[in-house]
């Protein structure tokens, strides 16, 4: 939809370091995820559903945090 706005928006001063990405760079959830999917495709242990192993329970998490920290960066902007 095309409105018109009395006044332009102002100038993006800087980019949301959970949401950035460069051109053809994954952004830092989407690396997250990928380092997972790539161990759990590896790892006897992650490839059950059932079970992961420290090593895949770290990048899962790491993967959770930089989704919530995404998450959190959209609500901000969004309030
Ligand atoms: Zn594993």
Same mark, same amino acid.
């Given at each position: 939809m095309d409105e018109r706005r009395?006044?332009?928006p102002p100038p993006e001063t800087r980019?949301?370091?959970a949401l950035?990405? $460069?051109l053809g760079q994954l952004s830092p959830v989407?690396?997250?995820y990928a380092d997972y999917v790539e161990h759990a495709h590896r790892c006897d242990d992650c490839r059950?559903?059932?079970s992961r192993c420290m090593a895949g329970? $770290?990048?899962w998490r790491a993967y959770r945090e930089r989704t919530d920290g995404a998450y959190r960066?959209?609500?901000?902007e969004s309030s």
């Open positions: 009395d006044t332009p980019r949301p370091a950035a990405t $460069g989407q690396q997250a059950d559903i059932d329970d $770290g990048l960066q959209l609500a901000d």
